[in-house]
């Protein structure tokens, strides 16, 4: 529906410590209780050329790259009180997951930590779940609401091997219609420092209207933009859609709402 959208490149200055960014957080499935930390160290070497040196302890890895924190915790059990199976339903693009899932006997919890900003602890969080859902044992990533297959995950991390970003692996696209109109909005935006967005009763139908969040997630992460009240956005000349901020319709807190 849009141009792939781009971003720029700059330069960073360094940040001080304790403007830090909140640690990220998700977890990957397993249907057997195994885990293999060299498999892993190797692949983090062959796919993202990210050597790691420090050595496992017991059933934890915890490693450092650019000076940010990575933990991994194996779990010898599955995530309890079909948490995972919950959010399932809310997942429109993957039918099976919730039979998938209800197969895992255990997890691994990764965290990183300690990083500059939020992209680069995205960046690098997403090359370690992708390298761990490669074991056999691997089906899936959950990181509430958002559920994914070890296969999708894998194959939407390659775009960041093509200066791309996978944001539909970073925000959950939440998809509903009130009275025959399509309505959407995003959970995680948040940890990137914005405002969750919202789109409310759209003549569009439901897929162009996923098309269309995609397109707005990429540009505010991609070129760290902050959506203003009372502005108006577009990806043509002529496209100008109001935008409004608000209390949240099905976001907790207060929203971007945009009349696409």
Sequence with gaps: MFDKLRRKKEAEAPVAAEERTEPVLGFVLLNRPQYDWKLFIATMASDWGLEITEGSEEENLVFQVDGMMVACAYMPMPIPEREVEDCCKYNLIWPEAEQVVSEQQAHVIVTVMNAADPLAAHVLFTQVTASLLKWDQAIAYYSAPLVVSASNYIRGSE?????????????????????????????GLNKFGKDEIEVLNSENDLSEVFGFMISIISYVIGYNVILQDGQTIGFTAEQKLPMTRSKGVSVQGDSIKIEF
Aim: charged share 15%.
């Design 159 to 187: 775009a960041l091997k093509e200066q791309d970003f996978p944001v539909q692996q970073w925000v959950f696209i939440g998809l509903y219609t009130q009275e025959q109109k399509a309505c959407a909005y995003t959970v």
